[in-house]
């Protein structure tokens, strides 16, 4: 049913674009102009959803009747406290530092909207990583320059979807979607997008 309809991904983010590429989607991308400012207040969950919502609302596409906006934003959350996006590689550090041998947890929302509904929905994966040692930390932000992923780390750079170590960081997904942590989850998203096409 989702060939029926053209999709369009509001987001530059290769990680997201090649999910969908390898899930055999075929869409364009539209980039949002959301300024991504959360209001206060809002528990993690809330602010995905926000996010997402927002991004759709700012992306300059005009919607037709068989045209669906796919946007999604992706957090790390330690303890309920946010861990955004490095700054430089100092703040990178010491993101790894504070997640080094705990759990925490990513947590994407998702929007999608036609010309007639919209519909959101959120993913929550739980993570560890194992201790990591100070020269380590450093050597995978020198490596693989984290500075536009959450949490100062990409998963793929350390695990493959099978859970075999290829990087630096030694990870586990305790619960959720591995895919979730990437930047989209892929299995919900097929559901839910056909269920909104189809309700």
Known sequence: MSKLYQLVLCSKSPRRKELLTKAGYDFHVCESNSKEVIPMGLNPYEQVIYLSKDKVEKTPYVLNHNTILIAADTMVFLDEKELGKPKDKKEAIKMLKLLSGKCHDVITGVTLC????????Y?????????IKEEEIVAYVEDYMPFDKAGSYGIQDSLSAKQEKIGPLNMKVISG??????????GQLKIE?????NN
Request: charged residues 15%; without cysteine.
């Open 114 to 121: 036609s010309s007639k509904k919209m519909h959101s929905f």
């Open 123 to 131: 993913s929550a994966t739980t993570v560890f990583i194992e201790n």
């Open 177 to 186: 979607d591995y895919y979730n942590v990437v930047g989209l989850p892929i």
């Open 193 to 197: 997008l056909e269920n909104f096409i």
